[in-house]
């Protein structure tokens, strides 16, 4: 079974920097792909951004692209979130899952980890 396992978030102002971590076990391919999703109080679970193992390839929702960056070191099999300029609105829970975009697609989560932003 895959199982992941999430952390690093915290309290940081606006326009400050976190980097989330999100460990992986159990893929039995070299293949996979696992995104960052993040509900805030009162709303929806959504994707964040999203890295494919096999080419490298990464994706970003609109709301991030240009601040958030997703990274991986093998040799950990661990996938990073680098959240730059962050902004209050960013506040949230923070998943990693085994799929990315729709969270209904997930079937393992990571414990979340929750960012907070002041204004």
């Known amino acids: 079974d895959v199982q992941l396992q999430a952390s690093g978030g915290g309290l940081v102002q606006a326009g400050g920097s976190l980097r989330l971590s999100c460990a992986a076990s159990g893929f039995t391919s070299d293949g996979y792909v696992i995104g960052w999703f993040r509900q805030a109080p009162g709303k929806e679970r959504e994707g964040v951004s999203c890295?494919?193992?096999?080419?490298?390839?990464?994706y970003y929702a609109d709301s991030v692209k240009g601040r958030f960056t997703m990274s991986s070191d093998k040799s950990k099999n661990t996938v990073y979130l680098q959240m730059n300029s962050l902004k209050p609105e960013d506040t949230a829970v923070y998943y990693c899952g085994n799929e990315c975009g729709m969270p209904s697609l997930v079937d393992s989560w990571g414990q979340g980890t929750q960012v907070t932003v002041s204004s």
């Open positions: 890295f494919s193992s096999s080419t490298g390839g990464t």
